[in-house]
């Protein structure tokens, strides 16, 4: 298993501005997802985070958007740039840790007024 | 494209009833299945999972069995406690793709046991 921290747990914000979440795993590991749970929703795929190459953006979701760093294997950052009231959501980063397994993190409450 | 279908909560028990929540599923190959539950305020967590026809995932008191035929993962238990209040959340996942194993998740029941 994987052990996953977000930061930060929840943010209220004004809109036009941006929000960066972080993810951090206890272990090295190759792949990182980033999903979007809007309220009372499923969970919709951001992008897939490969260390040392571009994130992998679903349908829909476009970089000027979510822009996506992962300077190492433990690490990676989602921004949610240019916010509006569309965006209140949770946000979750998932790992790859076994086989064919996912492991999620706590999330982040996104609140855009 | 994969897709999952899950029944629409929210489903009302009253403690030690029988919970079934149907899950249906369409996608090419063979995918792996898997539960995930969301308690109040939580992330997601797996509770179960099976990777081929036939297998049967456990956990918790919860069990669920491949059936390719029906292209179904129905997740079952026998006696429901007030603790397991929670969304779960079917999901499929193809294990030989280029881009990742990616979740694909169906909408999500909410389970509410009542002492």
């Known amino acids: 298993s994987a052990v996953i921290s977000q930061k930060p747990s929840r943010d209220i914000c004004q809109r036009g501005t941006s929000l960066t979440i972080q993810c951090q795993v206890d272990s090295q590991v190759t792949m990182m997802f980033w999903y979007r749970q809007q309220p009372g929703q499923s969970l919709t795929l951001i992008a897939t985070?490969?260390?040392?190459?571009?994130?992998?953006?679903e349908s829909g979701f476009v970089i000027d958007k979510f822009p996506i760093s992962r300077p190492n294997l433990t690490f990676s950052t989602l921004t949610v740039s240019n916010l509006s009231p569309e965006d209140s959501s949770i946000y979750l980063c998932?790992?790859?840790?076994?086989?064919?397994?996912?492991?999620f993190g706590p999330g982040t409450r996104l609140t855009v007024l | 494209g994969d897709s999952v279908t899950q029944m629409e909560g929210p489903v009302t028990l009253s403690e030690e009833a029988f919970l079934t929540i149907n899950c249906t599923y369409t996608?090419?190959?063979?995918?792996?299945l898997f539960w995930y539950v969301q308690y109040p305020g939580e992330g997601l967590q797996l509770l179960l999972k099976?990777?081929?026809?036939?297998d049967k995932g456990s956990n918790k008191g919860f069990e669920a069995t491949y059936r390719k035929e029906t292209t179904s993962f129905h997740l079952e238990k026998g006696s429901v406690q007030v603790s397991d209040s929670a969304v779960y959340f079917c999901?499929?996942?193809?294990?030989?793709?280029?881009?990742?194993?990616?979740?694909?998740f169906g909408g999500g029941t909410r389970v509410l046991v009542k002492p």
């Open positions: 985070a490969n260390q040392g190459s571009e994130a992998t953006y």
């Open positions: 996608a090419t190959g063979y995918p792996s």
């Open positions: 099976a990777t081929k026809a036939d």
């Open positions: 998932s790992v790859e840790a076994g086989w064919n397994e996912q492991f």
């Open positions: 999901a499929l996942c193809h294990v030989y793709k280029a881009a990742g194993n990616k979740l694909t």
